[in-house]
């Protein structure tokens, strides 16, 4: 059984940076796609980020298109950990973040449905 525990969430000013962080306790993480969602009150979980294995030809990522330039994610399979390094904050970018994780390449990285394991989630509250 794969866990998945986030950490980093808090509250910063709008045009700040802020890094969440997804430990994972997998011993086969490497081979693992990696995705960051959100959920804001309301509303349903969105893609905000995915990150292929690390393969011959080097890692892909994917990104929403409001977080594109802002939000970079990476991974370090040394420390089971996933990154979302999230910089320019707006205050629209306030949500629950939730890593996920998926063993196989899924049809589609944006769907939460294709993502097999979850983490509880940590609190990014953008003020203005």
């Known amino acids: 059984q794969v866990q998945l525990v986030e950490s980093g969430g808090g509250l910063v000013q709008a045009g700040g940076p802020l890094r969440l962080s997804c430990a994972s306790s997998?011993?086969?993480?490497?081979?693992?796609?990696m995705g960051w969602f959100r959920q804001a009150p309301g509303k349903e979980r969105e893609f905000v980020a995915a990150i292929t294995a690390i393969s011959w030809s080097g890692v892909n990522t994917y990104y929403e298109d409001s977080v594109k330039g802002r939000f970079t994610i990476s991974r370090d399979n040394a420390k089971n950990t996933v990154y979302l390094q999230m910089n320019s904050l707006k205050p629209e970018d306030t949500a629950v973040y939730y890593c996920?994780?998926?063993?196989?390449?899924?049809?589609?990285?944006?769907?939460?449905?294709?993502?097999?394991?979850w983490g509880q989630g940590t609190q990014v509250t953008v003020s203005s």
């Open positions: 996920a994780g998926n063993p196989r390449t899924p049809k589609d990285r944006r769907d939460r449905y294709e993502y097999d394991y």
């Open positions: 997998g011993r086969t993480f490497s081979s693992y796609v």
